[in-house]
């Protein structure tokens, strides 16, 4: 919005914001605030005359701290809501009844507040926006700042210009000035070797560098870790080249990251043992370049959404740790030897860095990919999964309450989720019987927020074939053969999308292999394409029922798999990728 916004840590003293700012916002986070250790800060903020706005924790920290009271809520709220307008308010001017906001909390806010109007309702939520217009001090329990809130944006400008009377006095173009003095200061008289995946943010992050200290003081690494798509490394290495950078370098270190990875299971051990072996290429790279370790510091193309979720902020619960973040990153970056222009941005804002400087739409515009690759659409298991599946009998109330028959079967496998801004490692749900698309995303919806132990839901795309959901019987680790398999597949996947001109449309789409088989030991598919502006929430993507026909026809007749399942989680409640 054009206005410098500066994020500080709970603790900030009141006194330290005096000087600084026209408003304040406090975001959300992963707690109560009945927990013991809840995060706390400094009552006086609220004394220091400049409007407030609490989001989600933040709405709930006001009315706690004011003299209102927040419980836990009879029904848990994940995904899209309806905005029912109730007193007036600046901060809800112009917007229409019914809007949709995004909700992710097991928290509410019980009782207003000293001097506070509910100025807005939802079905679930009784108080789900209040205001003290006297005193500028305002609470949202849903989540503005996400795009998939309608008039999340409107509300923000309310805010900011109708209640902070902020200045429009902060441009990308000053953002990029800015960035390369910074880039300057930091590096000072050393080089940098910049890790690059051929995705937007590290080319970005290289593109930043190479402007800002020449050709000969920064030098990329592809490191091609074995887990590209289907004719990727080549790919991305003639890319490159055709965009006129000449100081990339490439290493194959497909056989480190496949030997480390056999009989690995658990998600997250992966991910650390991905983001150590990306070091270790690199100084093996280093050491053959001839590189003098004291001369050199690393660069990486870390963006904040990646820090957020690996509880990168003081407060955030680690979601999944990004091979960017792993122990041994955090140890250099506090010793000043690491370089990452672009933590403070979001993918959408790296997008338009990146535009300005000159890099082709096609790079600019790709689809994101994570670092760790097909590794972490691959999943793996070691039989422990089977024993604990949840028996929940209240999946039959929620579906039944349709219209069309729906049938149901727990998978027994789990994946990786975020509610409330917690972590969660949950199975998934398989339905089929309807494919009316705004049915199954109320389906979802509804599923996901009463019953615990599902983070995701899925169509079964071939319910014809559906014998039994067994696990494969071998356990199934990272191996050469299943990367292979999963490569053949999604290339499958990402050319129908270019031939059907579906590729700008779809933020993302994972294909993600699952150990899961019809008793013939073939594993299944999970189509995963989503809508995002910037990967923090995302939306199932409703595709072409004839394009999804076709796909899933191409994908069965290759005989290699036994179910095609079509994720229908929006973010939250699951992530984008699965594990
Ligand atoms: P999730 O799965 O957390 O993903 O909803 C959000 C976005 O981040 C990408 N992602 C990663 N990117 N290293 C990366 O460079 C990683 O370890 C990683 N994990 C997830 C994901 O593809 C999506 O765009």
């Given at each position: ?33 009945n ?25 709930q920290?006001?009315a706690h701290?004011?003299g209102g009271a927040v419980k ?36 509410s806010v019980e009782n207003l507040p ?466």
């Amino acid at each position: 919005m054009n206005v410098l916004a500066k994020i500080y840590s709970s603790d900030i003293s009141p006194k330290e914001l005096k000087n600084d700012v026209v408003g304040i916002i406090i975001s959300g986070g992963p707690q109560s605030v009945n927990d013991n250790n809840s995060i706390e800060a400094d009552l006086k903020i609220f004394n220091l005359g400049v409007p407030i706005l609490g989001l989600c924790y933040g709405h709930q920290f006001i009315a706690h701290n004011l003299g209102g009271a927040v419980k836990p809520s009879k029904s848990r709220e994940y995904g899209k809501s309806e905005l029912k307008l109730q007193n007036k308010s600046l901060l809800l001017k112009n917007i229409k009844d019914n809007s949709t906001v995004w909700m992710s909390h097991g928290d509410s806010v019980e009782n207003l507040p000293n001097n506070f109007d509910c100025i807005a309702s939802t079905e679930d939520c009784g108080i789900t926006a209040m205001s003290n217009e006297d005193k500028k001090i305002y609470g949202l329990q849903f989540h503005p700042e996400v795009n998939h809130s309608e008039e999340g944006m409107k509300i923000l400008k309310n805010f900011i210009f109708k209640i902070c009377k902020a200045e429009k006095n902060w441009r990308v173009e000053d953002i990029i000035n800015d960035l390369l003095q910074k880039i300057k200061k930091q590096v000072n008289n050393k080089k940098v070797f910049i890790l690059v995946s051929g995705g937007v943010d590290s080319s970005v992050a290289f593109a930043l560098l190479t402007k800002a200290l020449g050709e000969n003081r920064v030098k990329g690494l592809y490191i091609n870790n074995g887990f590209m798509r289907k004719n990727e490394s080549e790919e991305i290495t003639t890319n490159f080249d055709k965009a006129g950078f000449h100081n990339l370098e490439t290493i194959d270190a497909s056989k480190l990251f496949f030997n480390r990875l056999e009989n690995i299971f658990d998600p997250e051990e992966k991910r650390k043992i991905i983001g150590q072996s990306f070091l270790d290429a690199k100084d093996m790279a280093a050491k053959n370049l001839k590189l003098e370790s004291g001369n050199w510091i690393l660069g990486q193309g870390t963006i904040y959404p990646d820090i957020i979720e690996t509880g990168g902020s003081k407060n955030a619960d680690t979601i999944k740790t990004h091979h960017n973040r792993i122990d041994s990153i955090q140890k250099l970056i506090k010793k000043g030897l690491i370089i990452e222009p672009l933590v403070d941005f979001y993918k959408d804002e790296v997008r338009q860095i990146g535009s300005l400087l000159g890099l082709s739409n096609g790079l600019v515009n790709r689809h994101p990919f994570p670092g760790p690759g097909l590794a972490i659409r691959c999943l793996c298991h070691n039989n422990s999964n089977q024993n604990n599946i949840p028996k929940n009998e209240k999946i039959a109330d929620v579906l039944n309450n349709n219209s069309n028959k729906i049938n149901h079967e727990i998978i027994p496998i789990k994946s990786v989720g975020v509610q409330g801004d917690n972590r969660t490692y949950a199975h998934p749900l398989a339905i089929w019987g309807t494919k009316n698309w705004n049915e199954l995303d109320t389906l979802s919806s509804k599923i996901t927020n009463n019953i615990k132990d599902i983070n995701r839901v899925l169509l079964l795309l071939n319910p014809k074939e559906k014998k039994s959901f067994s696990l494969s019987s071998e356990n199934l680790s990272l191996s050469k053969k299943k990367i292979k398999l999963l490569q053949e597949i999604d290339d499958i996947v990402m050319k129908s999308i270019k031939e059907n001109k579906l590729y700008k449309e779809i933020w993302q789409f994972p294909v993600v292999l699952v150990p899961i088989t019809n008793n013939n030991n073939k594993e299944s598919i999970v189509l995963r394409p989503i809508v995002s502006r910037d990967a923090m929430t995302a939306d199932f993507y409703k595709m072409d029922n004839k394009i999804l026909d076709l796909i899933t026809k191409k994908i069965l007749d290759t005989k290699k798999i036994s179910y095609v399942f079509y994720d229908i989680t929006h973010k939250p409640p699951g992530t984008i990728e699965w594990e």
